[in-house]
């Protein structure tokens, strides 16, 4: 089986540093499960299936294998799904074998998993289908979990997303306390290019802003709270000399007209912010 991985990301430490929280690694009396360490026979050994109990896009399930593995190497699983697959309520995501304990200490860092990132692609993937057929594309926003932007941003991938700014380093985005430090749009985007910055995304929330933004040499707008009529007025504006972004106060109802705008990118920072957990379950039985 090919080794799960994701850029930026270290699935070993990840799984190792979650397991340790919930076992209590380090606190006194803390470093082991109690509850499956006294009930349950050393030896015991079950069999599992994941499912979701409702309709959901998939995400995390080789993140899920990964602990039961940790603990229990020799564990068996067949993951049943693709990662961003949609599959319909009471459908199984994966099975597995092995030894109890090891499963049952497992399953709560496991399950917490595959419920967050399933949560974040679901609600993604109903953004996506939300646009309509309009040539637009979502993007996500640095609105993540600290300490879990990898994998959140993976999880909008799965919806159908892609990827906004990873974080502070990889574009430069000038907002309004920018411009206020530095004294207008143009000023701010000439700093940033003087400075050897290649992509420079501009927020506006004016319309009088989009030319001076332009001429310093901003790369993309950000039209920020921006209702569809003033979107469109915007984009005929710029008429093309840069891509154009829709960002602020986007609903799941308000999404197609903000895309039909003729916007390129809408970026929605709820994906991320306040997706909430799918419903999946794992369901245990002896051997």
Known sequence: MTQWTLAG?????????????????????????????????????????MDSRDAITVCGLPIAAAFFRALDPAIEIEILVDEGAAVAANSDLMRLS?????????????????????????MTRGYVD????????????????PGLRHLEKYATRMGGAQNHRMGLWDAAMIKDNHVMVAGGVAEAVRRALAAGVREVICEVDRIDQIEPALAAGATRLLLDNMGPDLLRQAVTLVAGRVPTEASGGVRLDTIAAIAASGVDYVSVGRLTQSAPAADVGLDFTPL
């Open 9 to 49: 990301f270290d699935l070993d430490a990840f799984v190792r540093n979650t397991l340790a929280e919930d076992l209590g690694v380090g606190l006194p009396g803390g470093g082991h499960d109690v509850t499956s360490e006294s009930v349950i026979p050393a030896d015991a050994r079950f069999a599992g299936a």
């Open 98 to 122: 092995g030894n109890a304990c090891a499963m049952l200490t497992a399953e709560r860092s496991a399950l917490n998993t595959v419920q967050h990132l399933s949560g974040i692609a679901t």
């Open 130 to 145: 939300a646009m309509g057929d309009a040539h637009c594309v979502l993007l996500d926003t640095r609105k993540t979990i």
